[in-house]
């Protein structure tokens, strides 16, 4: 039964072998806290069992409320507190991940925020296309498929942390992979369902305005006519801004674009025509 942690309502892995919490980027699990040093703890992970050990912190490593003077066993239930952080140990009876078989993942392996970026992007793809080709979130119940899928969110969720410490190239790595995954996949008929596409629109964007690359507006308009869909009103609230600030972007996508709306606008209803004429504001403002 491999050892899991429930950290900010996330629940993460353990490897066999050192896991480091601590302020610092090379960490498994990076941590913005003034009270955590750069390498604060670890938990070492084998067969039977999990130990905490304190790294030399400045403010030491409490388990359920105590402050352990060397390396400490843990059992499933104990908390362990890092500066203001809390950690809970936990078993679970879900084997371990596989290994991920493509070799591109294999090559882009990184660890960030105490995840295997490659592992949710290997969920992501074992678990989001169904039998029919279709995407699937449904996150209601306890099913194998929505609780993998949830890690389409987590990982744009890492993908926030490090956009917000400014590391735009660290972002931009950990969601190239799965943006370009899912515009494939619209390419070749496996239209996204359920929000899949305004999460790939939405962080393309914000990807877009960290890195000031037109190849991801880009990416947003050959996403979106490619399933001929009205963007979602809040990636056209981003586009509006970042059309201001980025260069480079083939204004030729976004028109191709227009012209896909334009040519299903008698089948939308009110709402979805009121977002074609703001794509079409939008594209008169990128061609000025």
Not at 65 to 74: D, K, N, Q, Y
Not at 213 to 225: E, H, N, Q, R
Not at 241 to 262: F, H, N, P, S, W
Request: charged share 25%; proline share 5%.
């Amino acid at each position: 039964m491999p050892f899991r942690i429930r950290y900010l309502a996330h629940d993460l892995e353990l490897p066999f072998g050192e896991f480091v919490v601590g302020r610092g980027p090379e960490c498994q699990l990076a941590v913005d806290d003034p009270l955590v040093s750069r390498k604060h703890a670890a938990l070492v992970v084998g067969s039977t069992g999990v130990v905490a050990k304190d790294l030399g912190s400045r403010n030491g490593v409490l388990v359920n409320g105590v402050r352990i003077e060397g390396p400490r066993e843990l059992v499933p239930g104990d908390k362990i507190r890092i500066g203001n952080q809390e950690i809970i140990i936990y078993k679970t009876d879900e084997p371990r991940s596989s290994p991920y078989a493509d070799e591109e993942h294999r090559r882009a392996m990184q660890t960030i925020g105490g995840m295997q970026v490659a592992e949710i992007h290997a969920s992501i793809e074992a678990a989001a296309i169904d039998s029919k080709g279709e995407v699937d979130i449904r996150l209601s119940g306890r099913s194998e498929t929505s609780r993998r899928f949830q890690s389409v969110r987590l990982l744009c969720g890492v993908a926030d942390k490090a956009l917000a410490m400014g590391r735009a190239d660290e972002a931009e790595r950990i969601l190239a992979s799965l943006l370009q995954g899912i515009l494939k996949r619209a390419k070749s008929g496996q239209r996204p369902k359920g929000g899949v596409a305004e999460y790939a629109a939405l962080y393309a964007a914000r990807l877009a305005a960290a890195t000031t690359k037109g190849s991801w507006i880009d990416y947003v308009f050959d996403l979106y006519t490619t399933i001929s869909a009205p963007l979602p009103g809040s990636v056209i609230d981003e586009l509006y801004t970042i059309v201001r600030k980025v260069k480079g972007y083939d204004i030729k996508l976004i028109r191709a674009y227009v012209a896909e709306l334009q040519r299903v606008a008698p089948q939308l209803g009110p709402a979805d025509r009121f977002l074609v004429q703001r794509v079409e504001g939008l594209e008169r403002l990128a061609s000025s």
